[in-house]
């Protein structure tokens, strides 16, 4: 009984803390509110049992009926709460509002005697089966419909978690802002996460208050939600199958079984209190030793083995077997240590390696090549000033970039290049200025859109979604995945299963081209500093981009790197895509870029190629004074 | 008018006690980064330890030296056997935060263990009663609050003028570059966790001796009071927290003076909702929107 509401609260607090890392502190208050509505959704008009108690409401509805409203309310209750996303606060501020809302929650519930009978709680609520009173001879059948519910909660549940929905979910919590960078609607995600988890946890109240017969403020304190946490932390974080494990341990064994347990005649409650020094301890325990919990979040395996899922499909065998590179690429083992042989001799192949595997972009069949579709630059920017308190880091900077070439901005350290990124791709907002894209004015979308509309970041520190696979890494790149959209989470699997084949496809064909093929299924964590720069542009590329922004890309790589990204940036030149490369090394901007933008102190000081620039005084005066 | 006179002096009094606790919370969430939901328990522990002193017949204000003292190295072997441990393991805000409040639940059915769930009071007697102006206050509450003012105050000059306040402010500033610098900042670290713990047991004492009765949980209520003020000053800054701790004491017992007293808490929270969406850096700055994301 207990095992099975505290199982479906829990999945719903494991959907957006461990799927979608919103550390929701304050989930209890939508267990809270779904018992509440049951309440007052059941229950006759408070004048019947001659004012006994007070609430609102008394709609005196069928259980059932008051089921499917309840869950309605839990789903709107945990997107009110999720609202708070929009502010994109720091995780900290975000965990402290979660918290604060909840206390406010129980505040109201405690001090409001007229909303749902403050302190003393709501009592004599219907039981669901028609029988009065808690268990009346029936418990066991309440338990088997209580069992049923949560085996079609799980159906509903993976719609959520499982496939390319909650990869993205996944990656939303990984690193939100590289997650926005592909056009992840970070906010929206976020709050589906919340809205779903809200209408388990609400049912979860709902189902548990029909039981008891009761419902007041003291059955759900701060300690509640944590009790949830630790049965997702021990469990396994993010693992649905994890969730149950740790149910059954912690809410089930230490919270409930542990009240029965008889205690010394002084302390009934001995073995209680001690139950939640446990739980406490062994969530500690579990963060320290195994932070993924007892059953880990298992990630599919892409074209290893049996292809237990749909989803991890990979290619025909045939395929499979690599036509190996005829140059051997520069690979890990060459570069560190050797660096200068390892350039030399890829210098002699110099785009070798990419054309050695037929380099060519994949793309999904029905997606024209990125032409734009208009005649001017692809990316216009008029104007625009970025202030951080008294300095104007970005101080009117207008320039153009075009489609199909390489344009560079260089610039001094603290010239104003990042702010500018950012201020271009929507992580800033921009004072002033207008920032127009394929044609289009976007200075007043968020980051999101513009990725959507095909105008792509990378990060000066390379970002990647740690604790996916480097193929997943890839395939949340899919723009507009039909997995992600509500036909596609009420149709399942059918509906997006051919979009996803082919994602896959093309994930492994960029793996490929790149030589990181044999890495596909390895966490993105482990990856060398190197490799992660190569999985960050290959996702980039994933989401078909119109236009890649390029923030440092050279930073931090050895020679050798460099060199095979320089590569892959010469092969990349002709598929149309138009690049920004911001770049100190001024070797590959003089290399590949034909036009070069020059900013120092905020401002567009000269444009022009690169050895037009290294000719005009006032360019070697900013380099060289900084 | 003599209500909101009266009630202005309540707040004043609370706020004292607020501004203390939250003055500590702020301290360790500007050098160590922790959001340290067990800060609550430990008010409570504080309350507790005291009491157990009281009822031994110690004078509250002896108490209260000793309990300061005695949460000062708590804090200290709380931070160098448990936050700092996590921190190296870099396990990331969330899990850290979560492993904070797991300890806060432990902390508190230790307490629960040792001395029960029934309501506990210092059992103090008023005292004489002082009007200033149109202010009424007990004796208590005055010498809480001149207490409260020379800490602070201690505290302020501290950090402007004596090397460990210099390196404490240079570390919350930018602690990778204070290393660089030569700056000892573990042992700047185990010093504001050493204050701070200090903080938290006076005003865990105060809370004590002004409130009329506490029970285990006292410190969770507490806790949201003190973030709030935190919050509200901007977190991380320590004249923030005072001057929040002011700002939400008086919010709360002025509120509680026109409004349903029961709501007094709730008008600190949803002052801290406001605080939060209206201006998250808090009225002394601070940083709370992630800024610079990509510059980092």
Known sequence: MYFATDLLAAWGLNLEYGVAGVLNFGYIACVAVGAYAYGVLTLPSPAVNGNYQHYVLGLHLEPAAAFVIVIVVGCVFGGLVGLVGRHRLRPDYQAIMLLVVAAVALAVSEADTALVNGNPGLTLLPNPLGTTGPTAGNGWVYVGILLAICFAGYFVLRRFSDGPLGRSLRAVRDDSDAALAIGKDVVGLRMLAQVVGGGFGALAGGLLAAFIGAWAPSAWSFSETLSLLTAVIVGGVASNYGVVAGVILVPVVLQQLSQFVPGLNTRPQLAADIGWMVTSALTIFFIWFRPTGIVPDRRPRYGVGRHRRVWSYAPEPANMVVDVPVHPPVSRATSPMNADSGVSQASLDAGAILTATSFALPRRPGVPAPTPSFAGPLLEVSDVVVRFGGVRAVDGVSLQVPAGAVTGLIGPNGAGKSTLVNALTGFLRPESGRISFNGQEISDQPAHRRARAGLVRSFQLSRQFSRLSVIENLLVGRQSHPAESALGIALGLRYWKQAEVENVDRAWELLRAFDLHAKANMTASSLSGGERRMVELMRALMTEPKMLVLDEPLAGLSPAWARRFEEALMQLRSSGIGFFLIEHELGIIERQCQEVVMMARGRVLSVGTMEELRMQPEVQAAYVMG | ?296
């Open chain 2, 1 to 296: 008018m003599s209500i909101f006179v009266s009630a202005v002096g309540f707040g004043v009094a609370s706020g004292a006690v607020i501004a203390l606790a939250s003055l500590g919370f702020t301290l360790q969430f500007g050098l160590t980064n922790t959001l340290n939901i067990a800060y609550g328990s430990f008010i409570t522990l504080a309350a507790f330890v005291g009491y157990g002193f009281v009822q031994f017949g110690l004078s509250p204000w002896t108490t209260m030296a000793i309990v300061a003292a005695i949460m000062g190295v708590l804090s200290v072997a709380y931070y160098g056997g448990f936050i700092r441990s996590l921190i190296r393991r870099s396990i990331g805000f969330g899990p850290l935060a979560i492993a904070t409040a797991a300890a806060l639940i432990f902390i508190e059915y230790t307490i629960v263990l040792v001395a029960g769930t029934t309501t506990r009071s210092y059992g103090l007697t008023s005292g004489t009663t002082y009007h200033l102006w149109d202010f009424v206050w007990t004796s208590t509450q005055v010498a809480i609050i001149v207490l409260a003012a020379a800490l602070v105050t201690m505290f302020q000059l501290g950090l402007r003028t004596t090397r460990l306040g210099r390196a404490l402010r240079a570390t919350a500033a930018n602690r990778t570059l204070a290393r660089a610098c030569g700056i000892r900042v573990e042992r700047v670290s185990v010093g504001a966790w050493m204050i701070s713990g200090l903080l938290c047991g006076v005003a865990g004492v105060a809370l004590a001796m002004t409130t009329q009765a506490f029970t285990y949980n006292l410190g969770l209520t507490f806790l949201i009071v003190i973030i709030a003020a935190a919050v509200v000053g901007g977190i991380g800054e320590p004249l923030g927290a005072v001057t929040g701790g002011l700002i939400i004491g008086l919010v709360t017992q002025v509120s509680a003076a026109y409004f349903n007293p029961a709501y007094s808490d709730v008008a600190a929270f949803v002052l801290l909702i406001a605080a939060l969406l209206l201006r998250p850096t808090g009225l002394f700055g601070g940083q709370a929107r992630r800024s610079n994301v990509a510059t980092a």
